[in-house]
């Protein structure tokens, strides 16, 4: 199989790569690609020997691609080679790792080309979920879960019709237990500081305020076909459990493992094999306590609000998302307090009538009108 990774340099594009690594009779690098992160990039096309490697934002450099070429990997330029890779012929599959609506159009191109995409972007449904369906089912492409949670339910999923619901985990993040009086205090490293996964910083702020659990929720609403008041969320805080199904019997299905990015990984990129991962045998006898609670939705407003864009539908979840992206990234170079991102998402959701997400104009302008409402907030709350 020939794999495309986008977001190499990230860490669901390390774990990815040390999957693949491990069964190298199975999986070739097709293409690898990064950023702006050249040195880091070059270094695993030394590594992988891909065929393609691309720095989507970096301008054409002649030098950069000499040293490419010298590592054996042809090196492309620009967003649009993002698309040209995904979609190529030579690729059977995409792990889909950019973070964020950046990752939203190489998504759609490997989905429009009948890819396996291994989706770990969950901004791509949030945003144009139904768009990247309707392309799925015309194109034969798979969409496999990649994120721990729904590659669980996706574990566990099997007859759709006799499914009550589902039940995504969340750890609850660094700040599960801290004061609220204390929440405006926290700092961006505090914040990045998750008890029990290494991830970028921007998922870990997520994490933080659960927003990435909302986000989830919308993204489960699509790859599952499932109203919004058949997913739930319960905090978990040992990450043991990464999700489970229930059935109208009664009977309730879980998947356990430690909390190691490479097993989803191997299940999406293998399946409907199973393959060695590389990740720690989950020790039962070894865990003192499995527990569950349910969210307390004064120190997580973030989550209720995702659950009110994916009840209005439409563009609503796409605003919900870049406003999310833009009061993150304020918070994360300090010119926002932790507890006005959801200030600034409730705000720009407020401001943005609803419309149609049928097609991919529609979604980036509504991205771009919330963009445009939440950095004036951010700088309005800046000037008082």
Not at 82 to 96: I, K, P, T
Request: overall charge neutral; charged content about 20%; hydrophobic content about 50%.
């Amino acid at each position: 199989m020939n794999l495309a990774v986008l977001g190499a340099t990230g860490s669901i594009g390390a774990s990815t790569l040390d999957v693949a690594a491990a069964h190298r009779g199975r999986f070739r690098v097709f293409a690898l690609t990064a950023h702006a992160s050249a040195d880091a990039l070059l270094e695993l096309c030394r590594s992988h020997r891909p065929r393609y490697a691309v720095l989507s934002g970096v301008s054409e450099n002649a030098a950069l691609e000499r040293k490419f070429k010298e590592a054996g990997s042809e090196l492309l330029f620009g967003r649009a080679a993002l698309e040209r890779v995904a979609s190529d012929a030579g690729c059977d599959a995409v792990m889909a790792g950019i973070v964020g609506a950046a990752g939203l159009a190489s998504t759609l191109a490997a989905a429009r080309a009948g890819k396996r995409v291994l989706l770990a972007n969950k901004e791509a449904l949030v945003m144009a979920g139904a768009l990247v369906m309707r392309m799925a089912r015309e194109s034969g492409a798979q969409l496999l879960p990649v994120d721990s949670e729904h590659n669980a339910v996706f574990q566990c999923f099997s007859d759709r019709r006799t499914v009550l619901k589902i039940i995504l985990t969340a750890s609850g993040g660094p700040f599960r237990s801290l004061p609220l009086e204390k929440l405006a205090a926290v700092t961006p490293d505090q914040a990045c500081a998750h008890p029990n996964w290494v991830m970028g910083r921007k998922i870990s702020v997520d994490s933080a305020t659960m927003m990435n659990k909302g986000l989830e929720v919308i993204e489960a609403r699509w790859l599952f076909d499932l109203a919004p008041e058949r997913i739930e969320v319960v905090i978990h805080p040992q990450s043991i459990v990464h999700s489970l199904v229930e059935y109208v019997d009664g009977s309730v299905i879980a998947q356990l493992s430690n909390p190691d990015m490479r097993v989803p990984i191997a299940y999406a990129l293998a399946h409907p094999d199973r393959i060695a991962s590389g990740a720690r045998a989950l020790d039962l006898a070894a865990m003192k306590s499995l527990s569950f609670e349910r969210p307390d939705h004064e120190r997580f407003p973030c989550l209720q609000l995702a659950y009110a864009a994916l009840r209005a539908g439409g563009t609503a979840p796409t605003v919900l998302n870049a406003a999310n992206e833009i009061a993150v990234e304020a918070f994360l170079a300090g010119r926002l307090p932790f507890t006005s991102i959801a200030r600034v998402i409730a705000e720009t959701l407020e401001s943005i009538p609803g419309s149609d997400a049928g097609n991919l104009d529609a979604v980036m302008q509504a991205d771009a009108a919330a963009r445009r409402k939440a950095g004036e907030r951010i700088l309005r709350g800046q000037a008082a």
